[in-house]
């Protein structure tokens, strides 16, 4: 089992910046892939990017290129998600997400752990 838990979340006015970070504990010593994804209230829950378990792959969706960045510290067991440039759409409760295996992992299904998620809001 692994554990995740997100910080970093908060108001914004558009055009900041926020930077989330996901510290995982429990069964670390495993390869893990690892993706931020993002749920803004009535729609789905999308994701906004992903990294491979050493790093040197990531994957981000198009409303987000460009003005976030994933990175990940195995060292640390944590993952982060650098976001600038906020718009008011970026808006919604954020999800930091673990799949056991080393390959990159763009959807939702194949994250077997989740955090509990953290509050995103970019005002006007």
């Known amino acids: 089992q692994v554990q995740l838990v997100e910080s970093g979340g908060g108001l914004v006015q558009a055009g900041g910046s926020l930077r989330l970070s996901c510290a995982a504990s429990g ?15 009535g729609k789905e829950r999308e994701i906004a990017a992903a990294i491979n378990w050493s790093g040197d792959s990531t994957y981000y969706a198009d409303s987000v290129k460009g003005r976030f960045t ?13 976001m ?3 718009k008011p759409e970026d808006t919604a409760v954020y999800y930091c997400a673990a799949s056991q295996t080393k390959g990159l992992r763009i959807t939702a299904p194949l994250y077997e ?12």
């Open 113 to 124: 752990y989740w955090g509990q998620g953290t509050q995103v809001t970019v005002s006007s």
């Open 70 to 82: 994933i990175s990940k510290d195995n060292t640390k067991n944590t993952v982060y998600l650098q």
């Open 27 to 41: 069964r670390t010593s495993s390869s893990y892939s690892m993706g931020w994804f993002r749920q803004a209230p």
């Open 84 to 86: 600038g440039t906020l």
